[in-house]
Structure formats: C-alpha cells, structure tokens
C-alpha cells in the first residue's frame, strides 16, 4: 500500500546543530508540505514543493530549508537549531487537483532542541 | 489574510452527548473547507470535506455543513463515542491553491 513516512519519529539535539528530518512518499504525489505543530497554533506551513526542484517558503520558513531532488523525498533542514523549533512536525502529501486534493499525512516527528 | 478560527477547547463531554465545535474562515473567493482529526500519536486524517456552498461533508457520523452567509463550517455529531476522543482541525483551500490553512485545533475528550 501507498503511504507517507517520516524519520527519525522523535530527536533530540543541541541549540547549533544541524539536523535534517525525512519524509518519504510512495504516493507518487507532485505536491509535498512540511508543518509544525504548536500548542495554540494548530498547524503552521514551513515550506511545501509542487514538484522536482520546486520549492516554496510557507509561513514560518525562517530557519528551515528544504530540496526536492525526486518525487519521493522532501528533507526539512535546520540549518542551527534553536529551542524555538522544539516542536512536532509532520510531512503530508497530495496529487494536484482542481476540485479536490485530500493531503495525506505522516506520523510525525517530535524534535526536542536543548 | 486567509484564516481559519476554531472554538477554544479542550471540550469535554460524555458518551453519547451531541458534539459541536465551531469554526469560521475568512478568505478571499470561494475556499474547499475540511475537517482533519488527529488520533493520539499519530498524523491527521481527512474526516469531511466540502467544496462549494450548501455543500455537506459527512464521515463516521460526524456532519459539517459549508455556510457561506455566515463563513461557518460547524462540525456536528449526534452521538459522541469514546473513541471520538481526538484532536479536531478545520482548514480551507483557496481556489486554484494546493495549500491548506489549518485552525488551532479542538481538542476532545469523551469520557465513558
């Protein structure tokens, strides 16, 4: 069956380091998006790609980079982390449609910065 | 901006209470709404969806109706289980766009 995976599950680092976070789909879908998920914020956009070397800046991009080299993977980087990314992220995935284009969702990965 | 609103929660109710959780949107043209739930420990789900005005979405007993006199998308079920324990977020999609907008989030809880 088709699905959408993230890797690690849960990570813990040190303010500074770069770490970059997996997403992995076998939907063969055009469109991927990264979120983060905060207590009282509900889902924010950090950076979506509607195909191969396509990328975007959603709304809190500052801090994240990502690359679309194939269909399957969109890679979340952070470049340094800071306590301010301790968050849950999810990846999600969708075709593109007109009408209507269920996003499909990830696990999630919970990231801890100390 | 394009933005969605939810109730504030965490709502608490008993088994087999009606449920309502309110949402409203603003956003330019006319938007595709959505009802996510999001299960402990896990990603979200679509639960409805609704693409045009008057339009109802339904799944699992759960009903949301698009309103666009009032730019409200209620989510409603008549009969909450305790397995409808979750985290609830309405969202929009703006005509031609790919991207969602999410609410905060309603979380839910249903004791036995």
């Known amino acids: 069956d088709a699905e959408i995976t993230q890797s690690p599950r849960h990570k813990i680092t040190e303010t500074g380091r770069q770490v970059t976070l997996a997403c992995h789909q076998t939907w063969n879908h055009n469109n991927m998006f990264w979120y983060r998920q905060d207590l009282g914020h509900g889902l924010r956009l950090i950076h979506y790609?509607?195909?191969?070397?396509?990328?975007n800046k959603g709304e809190v991009s500052d801090g994240y980079s990502v690359s679309r080299s194939n269909t399957e993977d969109l890679p979340l980087t952070l470049e340094s982390a800071a306590s301010s990314q301790t968050s849950v992220y999810f990846c999600a995935s969708s075709e593109t449609q007109t009408s209507y284009n269920e996003q499909f969702f990830g696990p999630g990965t919970r990231l801890t910065v100390l | 901006g394009d933005s969605v609103t939810q109730m504030e929660g965490p709502v608490t109710l008993s088994e087999e209470a009606f449920l309502t959780i309110n949402c409203t949107y603003t956003?330019?043209?006319?938007?595709?709404l959505f009802w996510y739930v999001q299960y402990p420990g896990e990603g979200l789900q679509l639960l409805l969806k609704a693409t045009k005005a008057d339009d109802k979405g339904s799944n699992k007993g759960f009903e949301a109706t698009y309103r666009k006199e009032t730019t409200s998308f209620h989510l409603e079920k008549g009969s909450v289980q305790v397995s409808d324990s979750a985290v609830y977020f309405c969202a929009l999609r703006l005509q031609g766009a790919q991207k969602l907008v999410f609410g905060q989030g309603t979380r839910l809880t249903i004791n036995p």
């Open positions: 956003a330019t043209g006319y938007p595709s």
């Open positions: 790609s509607y195909g191969v070397q396509d990328t």
